[in-house]
Structures are given as C-alpha cells and as structure tokens.
C-alpha cells in the first residue's frame, strides 16, 4: 500500500493509471448509489421471474405471475365492445331519419360509418369522398337518386345495376349510334353543352336542341334538369361523371359508360348500412 501515489493537490490516491501526464484519481462512487444499482439488478431478476421475459427458441418463458398483456387487450377489447352494444343495437332498431334526430347516436353512427368507409368505399369513391371518373363525387350536391338520408340509404344497400339483387336502382341509357346519324350525335353534344355552360358549336347547337327534345328529353326533361325517378342526370350543371365538352358528350351518347356499384346491405348488413348512409349524408352534399 506504500507504493500509491498520493495526488499532491487533492490528497486522494490515484489508480496508477496516467495518459499524458494526466492521473486517474481513486473517487470511490457513494455507498447509497451502489446499493441502488445493486437493487436494480436484484429488481430485474425477480422481474424476469415473475414476468414473461426470457426469449426461447418458439416462445418465451410465460413468468410465475402467469400475466399476458394479450389477456389485458382482450378484457380492453370486450370492455369497448359492451360499451358500444348498445349503440349497435339502437342503430339496428331504428331508422336513418331517426339516427340522425338523436345527437348522441348520430355522432356514433357518423364515426362507425366513417370507419367502414375508408375499409369499403375509399376504392371508388377516395379517401375524401371527391370521387373521380365514373365515380360521383359524394360531397357535392348532385344526386342521381336523390341525396336524402333515405335515399343515400337505399342506394347503398341495393346498389346500382347490382344484378344480384333484387331492388337494386337500374337506369340504362341506349347507345344513340344506333338511333341517330353521325351528324345528330354532334348535334345533340353540341346543345347538351350549351346547357352545362360549356363552349360549343353554336352552328349544331341549334338543330341539337330539336334533337334533344326528340330523344333525351323523355328522361333529362325538357329543360335538361334531369330526373331522380330515373336516376338521370342533371345537364345543365357543371357537374360531369364520365367528362365534360362536346367530345365528351358525343361519346357518352354515342356509346354510354354505365357503371356498377354493389348492394352492401349483404355484405355488411343492415347496421353498417344505416352508419354508412349517415356518414356520407354528414359530408354535406346530402340533403
């Protein structure tokens, strides 16, 4: 013990280990800070004991408390199912008009159906309801059948030109190549445009409009207003779902795009159905 050096300004011992001239000082650490960091390590042993811990080749050990945090997720998950049965079963019960009367079921038919949309609808109709080609944008204020909570509902659960079911909403619009001359179809395009607002050709526009009150109006109306019994669409409006201008329309009658939408009722059931008709109804377009 004779041979430690013994640092002339602090009067500690040193370690005897030196860079650069520099000497380690031998500050032993406190007493209550080893005792702590030994009970730390004793604490992780016991816990280790106690508690699933040690990875195995397939497994882990299960702990002598025998806990499982899956067991607490589950007791979670059948806890938010209870609390929301009775919601579930409200919804069930009553109809779209009276869910949307009572604020508190509303609200949780908004956030179910809200839900159900992103799993179920986002495909066609995008993650904020704009819609794109083909696929009506479910926030504005054009309905093809008409925007009521009933309505939407309807719609929903039958779907449109679903051939499986039953009540599904049908409207077929005939390709006009075969009713009418070339030079009609241009014709008829160019007056539809003019309805919308669109630029056009004045020259067809004319005799289009006799065209028009001949073939289209039966279901468009005679001022092009469309008609919700029919699921025909507006035309005087700037809204278009397959494309907009005078070639577009030609196309369209021409050679009509129908689209399909599937009956969900189904598929999801009745509930899902009446929280999905009250979520797109809370967008906004719905009337």
């Known amino acids: 013990m ?11 011992a040193t370690t005897g280990h030196e860079w650069d001239g520099i000497k380690e ?34 497994s882990a ?9 899956r067991s607490d997720i589950k007791a979670e998950l ?30 949780f038919a908004v956030a ?6 992103k799993v179920n609808c986002v495909q066609c109709h995008g993650s904020g309801a704009e819609g794109s080609p083909g696929f009506p944008n479910l ?10 909570a009933d309505q939407i509902y309807q719609t929903i659960a039958h779907g449109i030109r679903f051939a499986t079911d039953a009540d599904t909403r049908v409207s077929e619009m005939p390709a006009f190549a075969d009713v009418l001359e070339p030079a009609q179809i241009q014709e008829v395009a ?25 073939n289209c109006a039966a279901c468009h109306g005679e001022d092009g207003k469309g008609s919700r019994e029919l699921g025909a669409p507006d ?30 009722s189904a598929r999801l059931g009745d509930t899902t159905v009446k929280e999905l008709a009250v979520y797109i109804h809370s967008l906004g377009g719905g009337e």
Do not use: C
């Open 235 to 264: 035309l005087t409006d700037a809204i278009s779902l397959i494309g907009s201008g005078q070639a577009a329309i030609a196309r369209q009658v021409r050679a009509p795009r129908h689209g399909v939408m599937p009956g969900w």
């Open 25 to 58: 000082l031998n500050n032993p650490l406190p007493r209550w800070w080893l005792w702590t960091f030994y009970a730390t390590i004793a604490w992780a042993l016991v816990y280790t004991v106690a508690y699933p811990a040690w990875p195995m080749l397939r």
């Open 139 to 148: 926030n504005d204020d054009d309905w093809l059948w008409g925007g009521t």
């Open 190 to 214: 160019a007056y539809v445009a003019t309805l919308a607002g669109d630029e056009a050709d004045t020259a067809l526009a004319t005799p289009g409009k006799t065209v028009f009150a001949d």
């Open 61 to 69: 050990t299960s702990g002598l408390l025998g806990y499982s945090s």
């Open 112 to 117: 179910a159906g809200g839900a159900a949309y």
């Open 78 to 107: 059948a806890a938010a199912e209870a609390a929301k049965g009775s919601y579930v079963e409200a919804v069930g019960a009553r109809s779209v008009g009276e869910i949307i009367a009572d604020p508190s079921l509303r609200d």
């Open 2 to 12: 004779s041979d430690k050096h013994i640092d002339d300004i602090t009067g500690v």
